[in-house]
């Protein structure tokens, strides 16, 4: 059985709902970092490239890496000007202080160590070099409430809960600002900046509901229905959210920027 936890069979559906819209957030995360023309990049968690192309775009060299080879394929047929690898965050295939910076988007959460993968990024990093991480903060919205509801509603809460902390054992932690800073602050890293930014994304319905599988709760649901299961909870998910919501969505959004220096 494929581990349900992969995004390789999601990739394509990461690229086409999210990239036009994370890249807002990989703009604004590369901007808080510093990270400008020359400087050496490693973007930890590359997934289909977006943050990297972020980076380049000021000027810097980028390195990418992520676990899915599903979601570097997508990476390297978008954006082929990016060097990309698969590797894992907490053992990383490079020298010590090679970096200018490091990145992660969205990644905190997901790493089992956290404190072993933060570790590891400060040791291939120079020493002044900028480390950043965005993260989500916001609370649950009516769509979230109702795509929850609605996944509750074929896997019992005691199954899903375990299967999430699985997935991204750190959800809850690195939603909040001060946790954030102190696992920085304990990381050695100084110079520790957070700020909280707003986003606005609008999705047609069928592309938000598209965009809910490829996080933990649409992939692990997909996993235990199978193929036919699955197009029948699709189609009713698409059911509850016309009857509920209009059309187009407006997803307000809010994510934790976090910069830091290692000294």
């Given at each position: 059985m494929d581990d349900w936890r992969s995004y390789d069979d999601v990739a394509e559906t990461y690229e086409r709902v999210h990239a036009t819209r994370f890249v807002q957030v990989a703009d604004d995360l590369v901007a808080q970092a510093g990270i400008g023309e020359g400087q050496l990049l490693l973007d930890?968690?590359?997934?289909t490239g977006i943050a990297a192309e972020a980076a380049a775009k000021v000027g810097a060299r980028v390195v990418g890496i992520d676990e899915s080879m599903g979601m570097l394929r997508v990476a390297r047929r978008q954006r082929p000007a990016e060097a990309v690898a698969a590797a894992e965050a907490i053992d990383l295939p490079f020298r010590d202080s090679v970096f200018d910076a490091a990145i992660g988007s969205f990644v905190l959460a997901h790493f089992?160590?956290?404190e072993t993968a933060i570790f590891d990024a400060m040791r291939v990093l120079k020493v002044g070099g900028t480390i950043g991480f965005s993260s989500w903060s916001d609370g649950v919205d009516a769509y979230q409430t109702a795509w929850s509801e609605l996944v509750e509603s074929v896997v019992p809460r005691e199954i899903l809960e375990p299967a999430y902390a699985e997935a991204r054992p750190w959800h809850d932690k690195f939603r909040k600002r001060d946790q954030i800073e102190e696992v920085l602050i304990d990381a050695g890293l100084r110079h520790v900046r957070t700020e909280i930014r707003k986003y606005r994304w609008v999705y047609g319905r069928?592309?938000?509901?598209?965009g809910m599988s490829v996080f933990a709760s649409g992939r692990f649901v997909r996993e235990?229905?199978?193929?036919?299961?699955?197009d029948a909870f699709r189609a009713r998910a698409s059911a509850v959210f016309a009857e509920r919501f209009p059309d187009p969505l407006n997803d307000f959004r809010e994510v934790?920027?976090?910069t830091a220096v290692k000294v």
């Open positions: 930890i968690g590359t997934g089992t160590k956290y069928e592309e938000y509901i598209d235990m229905l199978g193929a036919s299961g699955w934790i920027l976090s």
